[in-house]
């Protein structure tokens, strides 16, 4: 076997009689290497993308939540809540309430969804974090009289061209009254609330556009529900637990009426697409790539040609078929092995350099929340990647080379 390889590792690098199978031998060399690195680079720059994804939705996605199969809202008594409160792991529960409304600011009017949350609702999230104009402040200590406050997405602050902070005029929410289908008084058909602008939070435009936060009271008043009705139960898992185990204990407690979902389950529809688009391009360029290896059958058949005189030395020495097709074999696989290690150190450090330097950057990222494409290197990408050429080039050396052993005219000396 060291025989055999030493003599495959050889022919790799020594120069052939005739120059254009060096060419094609280094031709096949560079279209793996390209397709390999190229491989490691794209995984790497979706897998920044969906990180960055999950920490922009993280700020407003809690871990778990717990929403009603039926219905809007359900009740949720101190039993029901003490049931959950009993799971190992449990960090934060936050109580919200949503619906949507009209809001309005001087001459600008906009829909929005008026979120209801509790005191917990800045653990179990990180929307405090996102907000980068004014303070996340829900309620207001006015010497003594309590100002009810809103915090609001970067779109609809903008849609409504709202002034921030206290001195300001507020904003008017117009919430339908429920059960009134019609009425000859438009005014009696809404429950009319003012709440003054604080902050201005930051996340992705689905929630930016969208969402406007006020205190978990006001959001019940305004939708004239009780204190215990609520839309959402919000959950934050202590560090250390795993969330899913977690989601299953309290799906387990709460039963099939309530609907108890992890992170992703959440946001099910986009992380499909993402993880869809990342199998479709790694497909795309695997087939690339195996139209780029298979080159390798038209240069291990030529130097077949090249070698004949060495395969009838060695034939005349004893050498069996097997070991003139492992020799091409072997040869082919080293070849591969060798574009492989190449491409993936290649692939590294263009893909550190441009987490440390952001070289390329995203066009018409001013309004973006980064500049540059975000670079995420995962183990589990070279493995796939190694694999996936090391199998191809490993069929692409191997037809050859067993053709090459059956040809005996091939092996006679001139």
């Known amino acids: 076997m060291n025989f055999t390889f030493r003599i495959a590792w050889r022919y790799i690098f020594s120069k052939k009689s005739t120059n254009v199978i060096n060419i094609i031998a280094g031709i096949t060399m560079t279209g793996i290497v390209i397709g390999s690195a190229a491989l490691i680079i794209v995984l790497s720059a979706f897998n920044g993308f969906e990180t960055l994804v999950l920490r922009l939705y993280s700020s407003f996605y809690p871990d ?177 637990y795993n969330a899913e185990v977690v989601r299953k204990k309290i799906q387990a407690i709460v039963g099939e009426k309530y609907a108890v979902k992890n992170r992703v389950m959440q946001n099910e529809f986009l992380y499909k697409v993402m993880r869809n688009e990342r199998w479709v391009v790694f497909l795309i360029l695997t087939f690339i790539l195996i139209i780029a290896t298979f080159n390798m059958i038209g240069s291990i058949s030529m130097l077949v040609i090249d070698k004949r005189k060495d395969i009838g030395i060695l034939r005349s020495l004893g050498a069996t078929e097997n070991k003139i097709r492992n020799i091409f074999f072997i040869q082919g696989v080293l070849q591969t092995l060798v574009s492989i290690t190449i491409g993936f150190f290649v692939a590294t450090i263009l893909c550190l350099l441009q987490m440390r330097f952001e070289i390329i950057t995203i066009p018409g990222s001013g309004s973006f929340v980064i500049t540059a494409y975000p670079i995420d290197l995962k183990l589990m990408d070279y493995i796939y990647v190694f694999f996936t050429i090391f199998i191809i080039g490993s069929i692409a050396s191997y037809f050859p080379a067993a053709l090459a052993s059956r040809q005996r005219w091939m092996f006679k000396e001139e």
């Open 64 to 240: 778990i939540t717990v929403t009603p199969v039926q219905g809007k809202v359900f009740t949720a008594d101190s039993l029901f809540l003490s049931q959950i409160k009993t799971i190992e792991g449990i960090q934060v529960i936050s109580q919200t309430l949503e619906e949507n409304a009209l809001v309005a600011y001087d001459d600008e009017e906009h829909i929005a969804t008026i979120k209801g949350v509790d005191v917990n609702y800045q653990s179990a999230t990180a929307v405090d974090d996102s907000v980068f104009i004014g303070d996340y402040i829900l309620a207001y200590d006015n010497f003594g009289s309590s100002i009810d406050c809103a915090v609001l997405g970067s779109g609809v602050a903008a849609t409504l061209d709202v002034g921030i902070g206290i001195e300001y005029p507020a904003i008017q929410i117009f919430m339908p009254r429920r059960g009134i289908k019609y009425s000859f008084n438009p005014g009696d058909a809404f429950i009319q609330k003012g709440v003054v602008a604080t902050g201005v939070f930051r996340i992705q435009q689905e929630f930016d556009s969208k969402y406007m936060i006020v205190s978990l009271q006001v959001a019940q008043n305004l939708m004239e529900y009780k204190n215990n009705e609520l839309s959402k139960l919000e959950i934050k898992v202590s560090s250390g």
